[in-house]
C-alpha cells in the first residue's frame, strides 16, 4: 500500500519521523500463490508477479520486501513482526540493496484492490 508515498518529501519537510508496517503484507507474501483461496483471486497476479521477479534475479521474497522499503531514502524505520526467533534473525542476515533496475520493476507492481491491502477485511 503506497497511497502516502505522495507525502513523503512533505512529511520530512516537516521534520516527520516516516515508520513503514506490514512489509510482508501480513505473511501474504510468503505464501504459495497457487494455495490461496479464492477470496485472494484479485491479488494472485500481482503476487505472482514478485514471485516471478525473484525467480529470474535470484533473490528471495523477504530480500526483495525489505530492500524495496530499506531503499526509499524517506523512510526512516520498518516496523516487522515476527513469530519466532528464526524469522528474526533471517531479517537481520537480509540483504538491503536491490539495483536500480529492479527496483522500478518492483515499482511497477501494484495491488489495486483496496480490500486486499487491510488485512481486517480479509
Known amino acids: 500500500d503506497r497511497k502516502f508515498e505522495k507525502y513523503f518529501s512533505e512529511l520530512k519537510r516537516k521534520k516527520i519521523e516516516i515508520h513503514i ?21 484479485s491479488i494472485k497476479e500481482p503476487l505472482k508477479k514478485i514471485e516471478q521477479l525473484c525467480d529470474e534475479n535470484f533473490i528471495n521474497k523477504l530480500d526483495l520486501c525489505l530492500a524495496y522499503v530499506s531503499n526509499n531514502s524517506l523512510v526512516d524505520y520498518i516496523v516487522i513482526g515476527v513469530q519466532n526467533k528464526e524469522q528474526l534473525i533471517q531479517i537481520i542476515r537480509s540483504k538491503s540493496k536491490l539495483p536500480k533496475t529492479l527496483m522500478k520493476e518492483v515499482s511497477s507492481i501494484q495491488i489495486k484492490d483496496s480490500k486486499m491491502l487491510n488485512p481486517t477485511k480479509w
Open 21 to 41: 508496517r506490514s512489509v510482508f503484507l501480513q505473511g501474504l507474501y510468503f505464501l504459495d500463490t497457487n494455495s490461496l483461496s479464492e477470496k485472494f483471486t
